[in-house]
Structures are given as C-alpha cells and as structure tokens.
C-alpha cells in the first residue's frame, strides 16, 4: 500500500538504506467497499466518532471509522438529502450532529443525522462549492453556516427560527474553500486568501497567490487546515503558508485605523508536488499529501505521496515521504483526493474517489516492528528499554532471524544474554534449535544448575543428537552433566536405538555410566538378551519388568516362546494391543500369540486379524473359529476365504449374510455333496431354496433319489416327482419312493394324532367354562347396589324389591336398573370400557 522513499546512500554502488517510517496504513473496506463499485467519492468530512462522505452521484454517507454503515436518518431519507450532481463539499459539527452538503445542482443540505427537527434545505441557483458550519460546540442545530458561492454569507437562525442571512464579503471571483475556526473564517477566491473577523465584522487582509505556469489558479483546490485556534496552514498549488493570526502591538493599532488581528505568514515554501491536502504534525511538522507534477511514459498519473516536511522561515526539509498506492490513481487528478485528519489521534484519512485508506502514526511497537522486519535487532533491543518496553520479546525475534541466517552459535549465545535464569523461556528457546539439528550448538551454554533446572526432556534432546551425529560428544556430556538432569531409561533406550559397530566403545562406555547411575535390573535384563540366555524370564518376573519389555517381544519369543506367552498372556501386566503393535512385523508370531490369546481372552478384541492368520496358517481352525466367533467383519472373512477357495467357510458366511442362494450353488457345483445341500436347505427352509435344489437333481439322477429321502416334512414331495421326466432312468428311485411314502403316511398319521389332541383339550376347556358360568353368585348384607350405593339385602321380612347380579360381580336393585329387561350389560363395566375407547 505504501513504500518509503529516500535518496541517502553512503556510496554510489552501496544499496539504499529505507529511512524508518512515520506511518502505517490501512485500507478502509466493509460496506465502503461495495459502495465504491458503484460510486466514487468527491467529499469528504472526518469526525471522531465517524467518517460522512459524499459521492459523484450526488449520495451522502456516514460510516464508522471501520468502513461499517451507521445507522441514522441519511439511510432513511437518502433521495430526500441527496443531490442530483456530484457532492462539492461535505462538513460535520463538533457534536457530530448536523451534516452539511453542497453541490453544482445549487442547493445546500443542513441534515440532522438523528433528528429532523432543524433540517433545511436552500436553494441558490447556481454552482455552490463551500459549506462550512459552525465549529463552536454551544452552537447546535445548525443555527449557524457560511456558504461560499459568488460571495461568501453567513446565515444564522434569529430566536424566531427565522433564517438570517449576513454578506461577509463579495468576493472577487468565486469561492474555491472556506474553514471557519472561532471567531475567524479563512477562504480563497480567484485573487488569493483572505481572512475574516466574525467579531469586528471585516476582513484582515488578502494575501495574494503566485499564479501556476501553465494553468489557472481557480482550477487547484486551496486546502485549509487550523493547527491551533491561531495557525492557519494553506496548501495551494504547490506553495504551502504558515499563517499565524495575532493581535496587532499598541504602535500598529494607533498608527492607522486597522483591525485588532492581524494575519502573518511565519514561513512560505514550496514543494516539488502539488498539494491535495495538509495536516500539522508536531509545532514544526506538517504531513501533506502530494500530487506527484510528473507523468509516466504513457502520460498517466503517478502514486500520490504522504509527505513529513519539518519547515522553518522560509524552506522546508522532507523528513520522510511515502508512495501510496491508490486505486485508480492513474486515472485522478490533483483536486481528486482529500486529506482528513485526527490529530488528537495521530491518524490521517487519504480519500481518493474509489479508495480510503488510513495512515497512523508510529508508535513505540511500530517502530521496534518495523526494525525488527529490516534486521536491526540490537537497535530495537537499544529502543525497548528507554520506553519501558520488552527486550526479551526482541531478543526471542533476534534468535528467530539468526536462527534462519544458520548462525547458531550467536544465537545460542543470546540465548545466554537475555534468558537469564527462566526455565520456561529457556525450554522454549531450545526447541527452536530442534529443527535445524543444532542443539550442539547451544548445550555449552544451557543451565545445569538446580535453581534453573530444565525439564529432563531438554537435555535427553540434546543427548540424543550427540547420539546421532558426534559419539564422542555424546560420552564427553555423560561424563559432565549431572545424572539426575535428564532420564537414564530414556538416554539408554536411545542408545539401543542407534547402536551401531563403528562406535561401539564409546557407546557402551556409555551404556555402563548410565547403568551405574540407576539400578542394574535393566542393564541384566539387556545382557541376557545379549547372550540368549533363558534366565530372562525369571529376571523380569523377579523384578516386575514387564514395562520394560514392550520393544523386546520378538527376541523374547525367539529366545523361548512357551516361556515368552507366559509372561506376554498376562494381560494385566502387558497390554495385548502393546504386543499386537510389536508383532506387526512378523506374521506367524502374532499368529501364535493370538492364537493363545484367544483361549484365555473372551473379549474378541482382534478376531478381525485372526482370521486372515487362521486362513495363512492353520485352516483347519477357520470354520470352527468362525462359528463360535461375533467379533470380526464378515465381508472382509469373505473376502480371505473366496481368495483361498475355503468353500465350507464361504458358504457359512454367505449364509450369515443372508446370501443361501449363492451359498447352495457352491455346495452343489464346488463342494459338491448333496447331504449337505440337503442340511442347508433344511436349516434355512426357503422354499425358492429347495426348488433350486430340486431343478439342480433333476438334472443329475444319481442325487435326485437321496433328495427325496430328505425331503419329507419339509416340501411337498410331488413337487419334485412332477419334475421328473417321463422315461428318465433314475438309479433306486422305487426304493426312495416307498421310503417317501412311508414317512409320509407316518408324518400324515403324526398330524392326526395331533390334531385329536387339540380336540380333546378344545372340548375339555369348553365344558370347564360352562361350569363356571353355571356356579351361583352370593349375595351378602355386604353387597352395596352399584347404583344406588344401599345395601341390597336389609332385615326386613318382606324386601322392597328385586336383586340383579352380573356375572362381573356387580349386584344392582331391580329398580335401579333402568330397561332392566333390555340392558344385558353392568352399567359400571359399560362406563369403564367407554372411557377406554375415548
């Protein structure tokens, strides 16, 4: 978005050195970004607590600093405020209340942004390119505003709310600008800047423009900009003024009749730009946005620039000047972009017709970021602790950069400048030496002592690199640094993991150190391994070292593997998934293991692999493992066995998936026993099962006639002897059809005898229920009417009237029960199933 520039170089063929900045920018986007697709702006008003700018179109819109919309009255009245041509001048009140516009279209716009209790609308007819309102912030509701056209009039509103308008000058052309800064308002015309007194009614003066080569003055906007509420800065082509309005001494005020003020320009310089805006900086410092006077080879625009110039009487000198790029700039002109500004904030707004971008002031972290980006890492180390800041947050970037450069030593020894005794910086400094295997570089210089102990992690690190690259190195660092720094077990685990011949003094120099510092259960246990001797096993049990053991499974089985399962099948010492892992890489052992583990572990865990091992090395275990077994995919068990043509096992699973037709076909074609495609059948019995199984005998007579002897009881057997062609010679079918007829007449019979006995137990529980219906029901002095809630029996000798009692047990009065003689029914048991049905 921006680049310095400078011109200083020490010599001809050295590269320029960038001068430190003074800003960092930012691009204005959110809503502004869609609103500039379609438009452009042309005015612009800047205010603490938003931005209001107005566009070609002749829209107005108020934005937060963030590019974000603000809700108020101008998005719900925006044909009512907007003007038909492109916005000339757009100006906010202090309060950030009011919002003035002008335009070519003649009209002037006084907008409450939240009320719309004093807006006005004039109408001039005729080109308006000034609207300033008042700055004073005990003036409100837009009483009061300067409009500059062909004069320049101020207008106020009088304690009747009637507009009062008031000439302050006619001026000597049209007004180009005006800003209003308390009692005084400055403006430029065709002539030059002049200066009014709003208190003394009259002009301090005019001060006359030097007229541009080649061009009008009128055509160039004149920036203003009050630095305080006495310096007026004016930026007008490419000259820029130091105004100061002072009041005059008691000899000028009595030699003439004379206002009391009196405009005196402190310093006049020009710049080798045009100006599009200015802002002051410091008391001596202005920040000016230039127009570069240049063209490119195709006659374009150049990127505008954000220049620092430090003035004195009567010159200027560029303390830095930045190259923004701009969208569209090619295309724009001098009058095109507008300077805002915040100074008590430090930050200045670059308005161009399709982009805004924010320029901030530098401070204490820019600046050390920006030295950090451009490798002046001591200068930043030098600037943290003059302003209270962090040099150890400069010096971490500072390992960073030498670290990428491969200066590790330096590095390291920055390490020891600045880390001091903090353990958390040091462990995580240290890891940055990982990557680059360079933690050699650095261990000459880590702490060792107990008040800045690192964790054991960082020095087995270091180890572990000397292990890879220099043995020597390695065995010089056992010797110096103390055991209890780092994790012996861990140090010698990765000496078995590198051990190689070519350095095998050195390495099992070491391996002896390290085993002096710790017990030696360890150590034996590696030497018997060594030496294949089968007291291995009694060490580990003796010493519970089964934690030891996890990357040693392999020669243990090699060295005993009865006496290996023993101690590798206790699942609660070694994890079976441990072993698993470690046998991954040879076959057969992890056959065996699982193979044992399965008789002492129901859980199923790793069926899943013990089917492909059963498959490679022990088939006849398949089928009776997969019947008994939930614990495995039966797709994948599929798969091993159709690749390894185990017919029985395909078609077990293929049944189990509920595939029996494909299952029958290979019993008959591939396994090709048809007293097992009988069972099959008869397992399933699925009629569209056993008519395959029937049109598959009828074409080999030799089986046809032990299909029939198995089907009895489960199809219809003239079925299958329909099938059978007349004349087709079929070996013992007389013998298969009296057996069939036979077990026929015997099921038949069997059927009968069945059905007399459901008969019989039929008939039987009938008659228990005619009994029960016939039993008599007593009634007691107990018995209540379920009507009337009386008694239904009393002691009188002669009863008042009849008893109804209901098989449910409910007794009611004869008279209590209404349409006795229809109602078949207790009235309790209807209402009950009533309220059920509801």
């Not at 441990?578 to 044992?596: G, H, R, T």
């Amino acid at each position: 978005m921006a680049s310095n520039e400078t011109t200083n170089s020490e010599t001809e063929e050295s590269t320029e050195e960038e001068i430190e900045p003074k800003f960092k920018y930012q691009r204005i986007a959110h809503d502004l970004k869609d609103i500039l697709n379609k438009d452009v702006v042309t005015a612009c008003a800047v205010h603490p607590k938003f931005l209001i700018f107005g566009t070609f179109l002749g829209r107005v819109y108020l934005l937060d600093h963030q590019g974000n919309t603000v809700d108020s009255h101008l998005n719900y009245n925006h044909q009512k405020f907007a003007h038909t041509v492109a916005v000339n001048e757009v100006d906010i009140d202090v309060k950030g209340e009011y919002v003035a516009t002008c335009s070519d279209d003649g009209r002037v716009h006084i907008i409450g942004l939240f009320s719309d209790d004093n807006n006005q609308t004039l109408t001039f007819g005729r080109s308006i390119r000034s609207v300033v309102l008042d700055p004073d912030p005990k003036v409100s509701d837009g009483r009061r505003f300067i409009v500059g056209d062909d004069k320049l009039t101020l207008f106020e509103k009088n304690f009747l709310k009637k507009l009062k308008s008031t000439i302050m000058s006619t001026a000597e052309g049209h007004v180009i600008s005006v800003c209003w800064n308390g009692s005084f308002v400055a403006w430029a015309s065709c002539l030059g800047v002049r200066v009014y007194d709003l208190n003394e009614k009259c002009s301090l003066g005019l001060m006359k423009w030097e007229e541009p080569i080649n061009a009008r003055l009128e055509n160039f906007r004149c920036n203003f900009r009050w630095a305080n509420s006495n310096t007026l800065l004016v930026g007008w082509v490419d000259t820029i003024r130091i105004c100061v309005i002072r009041r005059r001494n008691s000899v000028e005020a009595t030699l003439k009749a004379l206002p009391g003020f009196i405009v005196d320009p402190i310093s006049t310089f020009q710049t080798n730009f045009y100006v599009s805006g200015l802002a002051s900086l410091t008391s001596n410092q202005l920040v000016v946005l230039g127009y570069p006077k240049e063209k490119d080879s195709e006659r374009n625009a150049l990127r505008p620039v954000l220049s620092v110039l430090e003035y004195k009487l009567n010159s200027s000198e560029e303390v830095c000047t930045d190259s923004l790029s701009l969208r569209g700039y090619k295309e724009y002109m001098v009058n095109d972009y507008i300077l805002g500004c915040l100074n008590e904030e430090n930050r200045y707004y670059i308005v161009a017709p399709k982009d805004i971008v924010v320029a901030t002031l530098f401070d204490i972290e820019d600046r050390v970021q920006w030295l950090i980006e451009h490798r002046k890492f001591e200068e930043a180390m030098e600037l943290m602790p003059l302003h209270g800041g962090n040099v150890l947050a400069v010096a971490r970037l500072y390992i960073n950069h030498l670290l990428t450069q491969k200066e590790y030593e330096a590095a390291a020894k920055v390490c020891l400048r600045v880390l001091g005794s903090n353990k958390n910086l040091w462990e995580e400094e240290v890891f940055k030496f990982v990557k680059p295997q360079q933690l050699r570089a650095v261990s000459a210089y880590l702490p060792t002592t107990d008040d800045c102990k690192l964790d054991p992690h960082v020095y087995e690190m270091v180890l572990y690199e000397y292990l890879k690259y220099d043995v020597k190195g390695f065995l010089k660092l056992i010797k110096e640094w103390p055991s209890h720094l780092y994790d012996c077990s861990a140090v010698i685990n990765a000496i078995h993991d590198h051990f190689n011949k070519e350095n095998m003094n050195e390495l099992l120099e070491s391996l002896a150190m390290l085993y002096s510092y710790q017990k030696n259960y360890e150590s034996a246990l590696r030497m018997y391994l060594k030496l294949q001797n089968t007291a291995v096993f009694d060490l580990i049990r003796r010493y519970d070292l089964y934690g030891v053991i996890h990357k040693m499974i392999i020669p243990l089985i090699q060295l005993d593997r009865e006496r290996a399962f023993q101690i590798l099948l206790d699942k609660r010492r070694v994890p079976p998934e441990i072993v698993v892992q470690q046998l991954e890489q040879n076959q057969e052992y992890l056959y065996w293991y699982l193979d044992a583990l399965d008789k002492v572990d129901s859980r199923g865990t790793f069926h899943w692999k013990l089917v492909e091992l059963y498959a490679e090395y022990e088939p006849i275990k398949l089928l009776p493992f997969l019947k008994r077994s939930k614990h495995y995919p039966i797709q994948e068990a599929l798969d091993i066995c159709k690749s390894k043509l185990f017919y029985p096992e395909m078609v077990y699973l293929l049944g189990q998936m509920g595939n029996i037709v494909e299952a029958l076909n290979i019993i008959i074609h591939k396994v090709q026993n048809i007293e097992m495609a009988i069972e099959f059948c008869k397992e399933h019995d699925d009629s569209d099962l056993w008519n395959l199984l029937i049109d598959e005998s009828i074409k080999n007579p030799e089986i046809l006639t032990k299909l029939l002897d198995g089907i009895i009881g489960y199809i219809n057997p003239a079925g299958l002897i329909d099938k059978i062609k007349s004349g087709q010679k079929i070996p013992g079918l007389r013998k298969s059809l009296t057996k069939m007829l036979c077990d026929y007449r015997l099921q038949v019979d069997e059927l009968q005898i069945i059905n007399n006995i459901q008969l019989g137990d039929y008939f039987s529980t009938h008659a228990e229920v005619v009994r029960e219906q016939n039993r008599g029901l007593a009634v007691s002095y107990d018995n209540i009417c379920a009507t009337c809630e009386r008694s239904i029996i009393t002691k009188d000798l002669v009863p008042s009237c009849g008893v109804m009692i209901f098989n449910c047990g409910h007794v009611y009065h004869e008279s209590c029960v209404p349409a006795r003689l229809k109602n078949q029914r207790c009235n309790v048991c209807n209402s009950d199933d009533e309220d059920n049905l509801e």
